[in-house]
Structure formats: structure tokens, C-alpha cells
């Protein structure tokens, strides 16, 4: 039986006692479970989906020493952080408890019927949607609670009706397990079957595949690397019938500085830069890991002062032994593809130090390893000649969670066309700030075109997720107690 470990992110100690893999037989036993769930939870009412969500939130709050404690011991993100997330997860939970109870699953469209004989003339029909079964959740390493067991992906699927198996992260496993024992007491209190949200856990490829090749899994939602979604894409496409696959992947998310904001406060937004750069050790997916600036004095100017804010962050230690070495080998990668390093910061170990890199736009968009994200403190600087290399340097990238655009404030032709260019591979366009942070709200898009996700039309943060399990129904000439039912499935 293969087994995994908790370690502390600061030593790389082992810490506790060796956990057993899910095996094939645990992973058909959750999925089955959550299946049997699936046929009560999908018509339960908002009301009953709404208590679930603020129990589950409620749990978190009542443990939060003892789960924080666990998070920062096999993550290193720290009490301050944490407790922030821990905040947001929360505040998940209860936003989609509220999105329930309102009754939003449940919307619909009514088109009554029209007297005479087509095109315009057409029975009773109503619109609505039902929730899509099981949904197979990947949690991911660098949010242990708002990514992670109880985080978006789950609270959205409960919302919509949906009954959950969780894949939890390798990377805390056993804050995993003490989330889940959350769930277990809440499920037993509010007399819900034990099978609502099932947990599996496994280091290895095996158990992410077993769980997305069962039969009775109806979607999947994922967070991670491109490589690893990409994978679980082809599994979820190659089943004897294809589910949806949502993966959140990886992203460069670009950001333009224009001259004329760099002239107008370069100092200021070099140390904010910084900041983001190095925030969480870079582990974000919203990570500025590129640059984009036009050659000339104030970019020269912009440069320095970057490179000076950097050398004044202190990052800290990765979430693995693993993601660490991919970051030395990414920036290894982006050398010996022709960027220059203007920074390498050396750390204090095991942390590793704020990286900055320099290549020409024409180098970038050759060299398509250039392209790739490398997760952690570093950015990549592309010096382009013209407004007309920017838009190539975009059109290379592909696709992005975020662009950034500073300096596009004033309605001109180069700005529209940056917007538009922007806006072709991104989900989400910012023209002040930076892109690290994502706020959980009603007009939020954390998506975009390939590599950045699978599903651009879609969202993973924000009201929006609920969408993603749910499937659009007509009912024509329905008899009236089903009309009455006002949207709840059957």
C-alpha cells in the first residue's frame, strides 16, 4: 500500500505518522457514497443548502487555532496569512450559502406559449437547471483552505446541488484530514449522509486518476500546474463518456507598463511590484511573472528601482521540497533559453531569493519555453522596441488569468488596441494595482484562454462558479406540480 507524509515546510522534517493512500477500493467507496448522496442532496431546497454551508463555515471558526497551527507547520505561509485566508474561505462558504438561500440554483425561464403554428408560434416552455451529480474536487497546495478541501470549488458544487469527493493536496495532508473531520461532525449533526463530501488522498498520479475515471463522477475541478490538469483533461475526455473538466492551470499574467506611468510614479510601483512578486514565495497563480515595458529612459529608470525593491524582500520558505526545485530549474530553463539575470537573490535557506530576468520581445516570442510559468518569487522582463511588439508579446502568451495594463488611462488608439489585445487572452483585465489577489464577488472571472484554464467560459472564483454544475433543462407543456416546484429538480 503506497502511503504520504506530512512535513514541515521549514525544515523538511517528517511530522507525524505515515498516512495510508487511498486505495481503488477507498476511491469507488467515496464515490459511491457521494452518488447515493447525490440523489437526495440534488432537490434539496436553498434553505437546507444554506445550513449546510454556514455550519461548515462555522466549524472552520470554532477550530481556527488548532488548523492554522496545522496550515502553517506543512505550508510555512504564516499565522497572519492564514488566518486571512481561513477569513476568505469563510466568507466563501456563507456568500454561496446566501447565493442558496436566495435561490439562485433554481432560476427560471419562463416562455409561455404562443397560439398559431411555427417559427412564431410554440408550446409552454420553461428553462431551469439541475445539478450535474458527483463532482471530483482537486485541492490545491498553495491555498490549503480557500483552494482546498472546503474552499470555492466545494462550496460552489454544495451550492448547485452537487454532492463532492475531495482530492486533497499531498502538500497537507494532514491539515486535510482535520478539515474533513470538520465536515464528518457537521454532516452527522445536521443528519446528512456521511457520503455529501467524501476526502481521498494519495501522493501519486493514481489516485487523481482513479477518482476522475469513475464511472459515477460527473465533473471535475481542478487547481494546479498545466501539465497536471492537462492530464486530467485527457482522462475526463477519454472516459466512455467525456464529463466537463474546469482546471484553473497555470498562468504568466502579464503586466504592461506603459512610460507614461513610469515617468508619473516609477518608485511607487516598483515597491508595489515587489510586493507581489514575492508575496506567498510567488505562489500564486495570479504571480506578475511578466513584464512587459517599451524601451526608453523611464523604463532603464523603472528597471532599477524595481531591482532595488526586490533585494529588499526576504521570501519565505516554498510549500515543497518539489516546488522549490522546479522554481531553480524554471529560472535555469528561461537562462539558458537566452534571459539575462539582473537579480539573484540568494535567500536565507531553504527560502530561496527574489529572481529578476531580462530578454528581448523578439527572444520571447521565439523561444517558446520562455512562455512558461515558473512558480515562485520571479519575474521576467521583456523589453520591447513599440506599442506594435507589445501586442506580439501577448499574442505569444496565448492565454492568461490577468493582464495588467498601466498607463492605458486617457481613450486613444494604442490604449483601445491594448485593451483589445488584453482582453483576447485574459479573463481579467486590470488597469490599476496589481494582479495578485483575487476578490470573491458577483463580477469576478478567474479563467482565461489556454494554458491559464480549460474552460474560459467559466469562472472558479466568484458567484459565477455555481454555474460550472449545473445543466440547462427545457420542460415543455409541464403539468403544474412540476411548475410548482419553481426550479428545485425532482
Not at 86 to 111: K, N, S, W, Y
Not at 180 to 190: M, N, Y
Not at 250 to 265: C, T
Request: charge should be negative; hydrophobic fraction near 45%; proline fraction near 7%.
Amino acid at each position: 500500500m503506497s502511503t504520504l507524509q506530512s512535513i514541515n515546510a521549514r525544515t523538511g522534517e517528517p511530522h507525524g505518522k505515515t498516512l495510508n493512500a487511498s486505495t481503488e477500493q477507498d476511491i469507488d467507496t467515496a464515490v459511491t457514497e457521494a452518488h447515493a448522496a447525490f440523489a437526495t442532496w440534488r432537490s434539496s431546497t436553498g434553505v437546507q443548502r444554506a445550513e449546510l454551508l454556514e455550519a461548515l463555515a462555522k466549524g472552520l471558526e470554532g477550530e481556527r487555532e488548532k488548523l492554522v497551527a496545522w496550515a502553517d507547520l506543512e505550508t510555512a505561509l504564516g499565522p497572519v496569512r492564514l488566518n486571512g485566508e481561513l477569513d476568505r474561505t469563510t466568507f466563501q462558504l456563507r456568500r454561496f450559502a446566501d447565493i442558496a438561500q436566495r435561490g439562485e440554483p433554481f432560476a427560471v425561464l419562463d416562455d409561455p406559449a404562443v397560439a398559431g403554428g411555427p417559427p412564431a408560434g410554440h408550446p409552454a416552455m420553461v428553462r431551469q437547471r439541475v445539478p450535474l451529480g458527483p463532482v471530483a474536487m482537486f485541492a490545491a497546495s498553495n491555498f490549503p483552505f480557500a483552494f482546498s478541501v472546503l474552499g470555492g470549488d466545494t462550496a460552489s458544487a454544495l451550492a448547485a446541488g452537487c454532492s463532492v469527493v475531495v482530492k486533497a493536496h499531498p502538500g497537507h495532508p494532514g491539515l486535510s484530514l482535520q478539515v474533513f473531520a470538520i465536515i464528518q461532525r457537521v454532516l452527522k449533526a445536521l443528519d446528512l449522509p456521511a457520503g455529501l463530501i467524501g476526502l481521498v488522498q494519495g501522493a501519486g498520479v493514481e489516485t487523481g486518476v482513479g477518482l476522475i475515471r469513475h464511472p459515477l463522477i460527473a465533473a471535475g475541478a481542478f487547481t494546479g500546474s498545466t501539465r497536471g490538469g492537462a492530464a486530467l483533461q485527457a482522462e475526463a475526455n477519454a472516459r466512455p463518456r467525456p464529463i466537463p473538466f474546469y482546471g484553473e492551470l497555470g498562468s504568466v499574467n502579464p503586466l504592461i507598463a506603459l512610460p507614461a506611468a513610469l515617468a508619473a510614479k516609477g518608485g511607487e510601483l516598483a515597491t508595489t511590484l515587489a510586493g507581489s512578486i514575492t508575496l506567498g514565495c510567488g505562489q500564486f497563480c495570479t504571480n506578475p511573472g511578466l513584464l512587459v515595458l517599451i524601451d526608453g529612459p523611464e523604463t532603464d529608470t523603472f528597471i532599477d528601482q524595481l531591482t532595488l525593491a526586490l533585494t529588499k524582500q526576504q521570501p519565505h520558505p516554498m510549500l515543497t521540497p518539489g516546488m522549490r526545485k522546479a522554481f531553480d530549474a524554471g529560472i535555469k530553463r528561461f537562462m539558458e533559453a537566452g534571459a539575462r539575470s539582473l537579480l539573484q537573490g540568494q535567500g536565507t535557506p531553504p527560502a530561496p531569493g527574489p529572481q529578476l530576468l531580462q530578454v528581448s520581445a523578439q527572444r520571447f516570442i521565439e523561444r517558446a519555453e520562455l512562455r512558461d510559468e515558473v512558480f515562485g518569487p520571479s519575474s521576467l522582463i521583456v523589453r520591447c522596441a513599440s506599442v506594435d511588439e507589445v501586442h506580439q508579446v501577448l499574442d505569444a502568451v496565448g492565454g492568461s488569468l490577468t493582464v495588467t495594463l498601466w498607463g492605458a488611462d486617457e481613450d486613444s488608439a494604442d490604449n483601445r488596441a491594448l485593451v483589445r489585445s488584453a482582453s483576447q487572452i485574459a479573463g481579467r483585465v486590470l488597469f490599476a494595482g496589481v494582479p495578485t489577489g483575487v476578490a470573491v464577488t458577483a463580477a469576478q472571472q478567474h479563467g482565461g484562454p489556454w494554458p491559464s484554464s480549460t474552460a474560459p467560459m467559466t469562472t472558479s472564483v466568484g458567484d459565477a462558479a455555481l454555474e460550472r454544475f449545473l445543466r440547462p433543462v427545457c420542460l415543455q407543456d409541464a403539468p403544474a406540480w412540476l411548475l410548482a416546484r419553481k426550479g428545485v429538480p425532482c
